[in-house]
């Protein structure tokens, strides 16, 4: 297992792969088993200690996606999203929530760099870059809203329900946002907003810049999620939220200019879902070498053993199809679209199968709080849900694969 994880890594990946493997071995994996209680503390601001991001702030993996002349860390920018998808196994084999708050300061950060403005970059990625505790957000989904934005059906009856309309030099914001990654504690967030209601959404929605002590915005909860409960989930309302004009990101055609954090982000979230496969792996091989049962050790039982091939192949194929997928985005490859939403798909999957298997073999321990193996069943059934479904990642899909056929779902039969 180890060697496919190594096998074409440049020098730079290799050293940064291991200082986070350091990381992940020596704070994060002993936090997790020795605090395995602190998970369900309904405090969401006291679930990880600080000194954790601190600490993933010494090494470098926090500011991934800031550019090198406002202090992020710098990586090959031609493989850069093939260095994501490395750096987030490393830590979701850490713990899964711990690297969903990390990666977002990355997917935001490459979006920022793409479509704020210079003055916007000048004023606030120094400022990520100076507090180790700043967290980053990305707000689409509503309540009435999510899964169809994806296809999208462009009709305006389908468009976002979170209005945005300028009067003066301010944006006016009403509406609301949920399921949001740090939408709970981040300081920074990128709103979405219908700017022309008779428009289709794929021309109608605008994305804005919003700071977290901007007047009118609450945060109303923080959701109580099954699995990666080290990053707090929020839910975000809007009233008569003023946002100065020039905090405008992108005006009307804000949902294809998203392209560049989404593709990152499909490969940095089936990364991350890889990242828990090997964890229930590792665990895995760890306990059925030692576990006797019947007088042997459980490998040495067949039907463990297959299970255990099991696991191992489908971790190998969901590692073949991230790879090919990152270097397709990176190369900004045609079928790169295709590819990030297959290895997304794939590995959220196949992983939960992964984990599904790591439970069963622990028997009883596999369904005990204080075993930790349970969480990585938990921690993968997140997956099927995250950036989109299962199902509306197949139309995706296939909407990439036959743009002219498969393209319309909604609307007037063409
Ligand atoms: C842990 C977590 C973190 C998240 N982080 C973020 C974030 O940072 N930012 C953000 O904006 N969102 C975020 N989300 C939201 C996530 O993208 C949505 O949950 C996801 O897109 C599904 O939308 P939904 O929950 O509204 O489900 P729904 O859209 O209500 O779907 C319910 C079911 O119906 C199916 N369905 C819905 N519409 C269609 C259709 N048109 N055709 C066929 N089937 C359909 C779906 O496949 C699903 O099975 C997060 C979600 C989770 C769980």
Redesign the pocket.
């Known amino acids: 297992m180890m060697q496919t994880g190594d096998r074409g890594l440049s020098e730079e990946q290799r050293m940064m792969r291991d200082a986070c493997r350091a990381f992940v071995d020596d704070y994060v994996a002993p936090f997790i088993r020795d605090h395995w209680q602190r998970e369900w503390l309904m405090t969401p601001e006291e679930r990880l200690p600080s000194s954790i991001l601190e600490q993933a702030d010494r090494i470098g993996v926090r500011t991934l996606g800031i550019p090198e002349e406002f202090g992020g860390t710098p990586i090959e920018a031609a493989e850069e999203v093939q260095t994501f998808a490395i750096i987030a196994e490393e830590i979701a084999r850490g713990d899964s929530g711990l690297a969903d708050k990390l990666v ?1 300061i990355w997917k935001v950060s490459v979006l920022l760099r793409n479509v704020a403005s210079r003055n916007l970059q000048e004023a606030w990625f120094p400022r990520i870059v100076a507090d180790p505790a700043f967290l980053l ?5 509503e309540p009435r809203g ?3 934005r994806w ?1 999208p059906y462009n009709v305006p009856e389908a468009a976002m329900n979170t209005k945005a309309e300028l009067r003066g030099d301010r944006w006016i914001i009403n509406g609301r ?1 949920q ?3 740090n939408g709970y504690d981040a300081k920074l967030f990128v709103v979405y907003a219908n700017t022309d209601p008779r428009a289709g959404m794929l021309q109608g929605t605008s994305s804005f810049l919003v700071p977290r002590e901007t007047q009118g915005l609450t945060i109303q909860r923080c959701n109580e ?1 099954m699995g ?1 409960r080290f990053m707090n ?1 929020g839910e975000i309302v809007f009233e008569d939220m003023a946002v100065p004009e020039d905090h405008l990101l992108v005006k009307g055609d804000a949902l294809s200019k998203a392209g560049v954090y989404f593709r990152p982000g499909k490969i940095i979230q089936a990364a991350k879902n890889l990242g828990v496969g090997v964890s229930a792996f590792e665990k895995t091989a760890e306990y059925v070498q030692n576990y006797v049962q019947g007088g042997r050790i459980l490998i040495k039982h067949q039907a463990v053993a297959l299970r255990v091939a099991d696991m191992a192949t489908r971790i190998a194929a969901v590692r073949a199809i991230l790879r090919e997928a990152s270097a397709a985005v990176d190369a900004n490859a045609a079928d790169a679209d295709a590819l990030c939403n297959m290895a997304k798909l794939f590995a959220s999957e196949e992983i939960f199968k992964v984990a599904q298997h790591a439970m069963e073999l622990h028997g009883g321990n596999g369904v005990m709080l204080d075993f930790g193996v349970e969480k990585l069943l938990r921690d993968a059934a ?1 997956f099927l ?5 299962t ?2 990642s197949k ?1 995706k899909i296939v909407k990439a694969l036959f743009r002219e056929t498969a393209g319309a779902y909604a609307g007037p039969e063409t």
Not at 137 to 141: D, E, N, P, R
Not at 385 to 389: I, N
């Open positions: 977002q957000a990305h707000c689409l989904t999510a899964s169809d296809l946002k399921f949001i990654s999620t990666g989930n997140i849900h995250m950036d989109g479904t199902d509306v139309f």
